[in-house]
């Protein structure tokens, strides 16, 4: 299995405060609505079938299927998809949550969907390569798969790891292994060698003075990255 106990343990043990804006998954709901809209320019959502892999406690899920897209969100995390599964009924949002593999979903549901989304998961797993394969084979051809992740240089250790960890509290302690972060030329590799096309790269930065994240062009530390499948 291409997951992490320790991982799926440490975001496990979070998930009955995944809804909450003010707990440790604070900067996901910050940063939703700005990929969100990324995506959606990207690729209108309304009507499309749409896999959100990684998907947690739903937020992304939730926030496509809003947009008038068909949403299957797939996770490792048994205690996050049952959060997932009661927010979804509270909200009244239908999301179609499944405990699944990425690779597994891939080998039953291949050429299904046409998006795939797997945000702030690469940098979690043994073998992300895997993921973006996973990924690749899910989308339609002509479909588009993006992801987000973290840099691996100096300058991403000290915001994402030591600032956002250590200094600013925004995320607990040992939430990101800096060694599993992953260059953007790296994330191009992997995308290419699965059969997918770059299309574009967005970084993404946040103000400790303002406390806002914004997208801009600096992908020095947190990036996404639009790539599509060939007709």
């Not at 996901?28 to 700005?34: A, G, K, Q, R, S």
């Not at 992801?147 to 995320?171: C, D, H, Q």
């Not at 030329?185 to 290419?192: G, I, M």
Request: hydrophobic letters at 40%; a neutral charge; charged letters at 20%.
């Amino acid at each position: 299995m291409n997951a992490d106990p320790l991982e799926l343990q440490k975001f496990s043990d979070l998930a009955h405060r995944w809804w909450d804006p003010t707990s440790e998954f604070r900067p996901l709901h910050e940063i939703n609505p700005l990929r969100l809209e990324w995506i959606n320019a990207r690729a209108p959502l309304a009507g499309k079938r749409v896999i959100d892999i990684g998907c947690g406690g739903g937020i992304l899920a939730e926030s496509m299927a809003r947009k008038g897209a068909h949403v299957t969100g797939i996770d490792l995390s048994e205690k996050a998809l049952k959060v997932a599964d009661l927010h979804s009924l509270e909200s009244g949002v239908q999301v179609r949550y499944k405990l699944i593999a990425a690779e597994d979903m891939a080998a039953q549901e291949a050429g299904q969907y046409d998006v795939v989304t797997c945000m702030e998961m690469l940098e979690h797993v043994p073998d992300p390569g895997a993921i973006v394969r996973a990924a690749a084979t899910l989308v339609k051809p002509g479909g588009q798969v993006f992801f987000s992740t973290l840099n691996r240089n100096p300058k991403s250790y000290l915001f994402a790891v030591i600032g956002a960890e250590y200094l600013l509290r925004m995320l607990p302690k040992g939430t990101h292994d800096y060694a599993k972060f992953i260059t953007p030329a790296e994330l191009s590799q992997y995308v290419r060698s699965a059969g997918l096309d770059v299309q574009g790269l967005k970084g993404m930065g946040y103000n400790p003075l303002s406390k806002i994240y914004s997208l801009n062009d600096d992908t020095s530390v947190n990036y996404l990255m639009a790539t599509s499948r060939s007709l």
